[in-house]
């Protein structure tokens, strides 16, 4: 029973030590009972207070570079070598719309969604930019996997979220 009690106690007081707040839905999104060894959640936590471009205080320059060299790989997976050739050899991918004819998505490493349209073809939106970020930070290459996937296949989730733009940028939530 003591050993039991000690390791509840230790639980808590890392928890409390890393930030975790008493009772779910609190400002940081983390739960004071999950277990430290769960899978990630990213989602479930708030991340407007990060300055944009990074991943938080507590990633290191080593951090940054495991985490890019990871999603370099899922990229690189995701795409497959064709596409992935195409993509370092040109710095983009078209991926054409399967639900409007005469348009194809423009998709830039780490930068918003370029709307294109065929000659004649008008453009569903106001301006041809499309900003989609991702809920939490990530490296460029892998959100970049993520928008290739939705514009392949779920095209109609991209035409929900996408706030139209009337420049280009860099996104603001990955690095």
């Not at 990074?54 to 999603?71: K, L, P």
């Not at 370099?72 to 409007?100: I, N």
């Not at 996937?149 to 996408?162: H, K, M, P, T």
């Amino acid at each position: 029973m003591l050993p039991s009690l000690a390791a509840s106690l230790s639980g808590w007081w890392q928890r409390l030590r890393h930030g975790f707040s008493v009772g779910a839905g609190s400002a940081t999104g983390h739960d004071m009972h999950a277990d430290m060894n769960a899978i990630e959640r990213p989602w479930r936590r708030h991340w407007d207070h990060l300055p944009k471009r990074s991943a938080g205080a507590g990633m290191t320059r080593a951090d940054y570079r495991v985490a890019r060299e990871r999603a370099r790989e899922v990229a690189r997976t995701t795409l497959g070598d064709e596409l992935w050739q195409t993509l370092q050899r040109q710095g983009y991918l078209d991926v054409p719309s399967q639900l409007r004819p005469g348009l194809t998505y423009r998709l830039r490493v780490g930068r918003r969604i370029e709307a294109l349209c065929e000659p004649g073809v008008r453009l569903p939106w106001a301006y041809r930019w499309l900003c989609i970020n991702p809920a939490y930070p990530l490296p460029e290459e892998e959100f970049f996997a993520q928008l290739y996937l939705y514009a392949r296949d779920r095209e109609d989730i991209i035409l929900q979220v996408a706030a139209p733009q009337p420049w280009d940028q860099a996104l603001g939530r990955t690095f």
